[in-house]
Every structure is written in C-alpha cells, then in structure tokens.
C-alpha cells in the first residue's frame, strides 16, 4: 500500500527554527512535494525533490534521503504568517501525475 | 493570469439533492484533478483528466459521483443524490506538462455541506 507520515501538530516560536518531517512508503517513487495551507485556503505549492539532498528556497529549505524514504522541510527565521499546514505529497510513477498525500503537519507560530 | 477558478465558493443542500461543482483551469494547463479534502481523511484525490480524458476515476467514492471535462476549460464533479458524508472541501487543480516541477495549481474550493 501507499503511506506517507508526517506530524499532527507543531509549535514554534517566532524568529526560530523548525524541521517538519515526512516519511513515505510507496510503490514506487518520481518526486516529492512540500504544499502549504492556511485555514480556509487551498494548498499552494512550495518545493520539490526528486535526486537526494537539500534544495534552498529563501527562508524555506527541503531535504530528500530516497533510500530511507524521508524528507524534511526546514524552516527559518519563522513568521507569525507561517502559522499553516505543511503537506507532504510523493508522486509514485514518472508518467502518472498521481500524488498520494499525507494528512499534513498543524504548524503553530507563537511570538 | 487567472489561477484556477471555481464555483460556488459555498454550497449547503440536502440530502437526496444533486449537487454541481465547477472548474474552469489555468490556460494552458493539460493535467486537470479533483479532490476532496476533510479533516479525517485529508486530501483525497476523486479524478484526473489529461487532455480533457478521465485518466484516473479510483478514487471516486462510488455511483452518486460523476465527472466530466467536455472541454479544455471546463470541468463538473457532480454527486447526485448527496448525503451528509459528502460534506467536505472540494478542490480543482490543474498542471502542465514540461513545466520546471509539474507542480498542482489549486482553486479556492466549493465548501459542501449537505444536511
């Protein structure tokens, strides 16, 4: 079966820093998606991985280890804005633009 | 641009109703999915068209549930009769192929509440 986990809930404190994690089985494996949404909003999107490693996006960076099945998304400098929910999706075959979705981590940023 | 776009933003009917939701997706954009997202469950994807074609329907819940792209800007997801389990946010999103990620665009949602 498919199965992605990633936390229920986080808190935080502004100005800090804080790592969301996701970890996936699937079938099969053609990248990774970090979406985030705020409440009554849509998702929008905010990395991706595909090859192992750390891509860095401003404040927001993303980590891939393929081989244990897991990622992160590390944020900096936190805002009070950045109160959301982080959404973990793995796209299992190349050719199929399916994604299997985890249930989203609950990020709180307190001052 | 536009993003992706659909209505109505709010729907509240009762059981036993049809309900039709719509989505008009980002010009362009050849990869058109529904979910539907709920506390319990999260995001769950319904269908997915490409180039106006079902590709994917397993995740349509069962018979009360429909959905057609009769052209490149338009799609309905329809539930007839709906019932209270159907209530829930709905979204449309659209990619394209040959972009940098093939990243999902998302619309705003229809909130579905069915008493």
């Known amino acids: 079966g498919q199965n992605i986990d990633q936390p229920t809930e986080m808190t935080a404190t502004e100005g800090a820093i804080v790592q969301i994690n996701c970890t996936y089985q699937?079938?099969?494996?053609?990248?990774l998606f970090w979406y985030q949404q705020h409440a009554g909003e849509a998702p929008t999107f905010l990395s991706y991985n595909v090859l192992d490693g750390l891509e860095e996006k401003g404040r927001f960076s993303s980590f891939l280890s393929r081989s244990k099945g897991y990622s992160y998304l590390l944020l900096k400098e936190l805002q009070m804005k950045d109160s959301a929910s982080y959404l973990c999706a793995v796209r299992v075959a190349g050719n199929n633009r399916k994604l299997i979705w985890g249930l989203g981590t609950s990020l709180a940023v307190n001052p | 641009d536009a993003g992706v776009i659909q209505s109505p933003r709010h729907e509240v009917t009762e059981m036993g109703q049809e309900v039709t939701l719509r989505c008009k997706p980002i010009?362009?954009?050849?990869?058109l999915f529904w979910y539907r997202q709920t506390m319990m469950r999260g995001l769950e994807l319904l269908i997915y068209?490409?180039?106006?074609?079902?590709?994917?329907d397993s995740g349509m819940p069962e018979d009360r549930f429909s959905a057609k792209m009769p052209n490149a800007s338009f799609s309905t997801l329809k539930i007839q009769p709906s019932e209270p389990r159907d209530s829930a946010v709905y979204f449309c999103?659209?990619?394209?192929?040959?972009?940098?990620?093939?990243?999902?665009?998302f619309g705003p949602g229809t909130r579905l509440t069915v008493l």
């Open positions: 068209f490409n180039n106006n074609v079902p590709i994917d």
């Open positions: 699937t079938s099969g494996f053609n990248g």
């Open positions: 010009s362009g954009h050849d990869y």
């Open positions: 999103a659209s990619s394209l192929v040959g972009a940098d990620y093939n990243e999902q665009f």
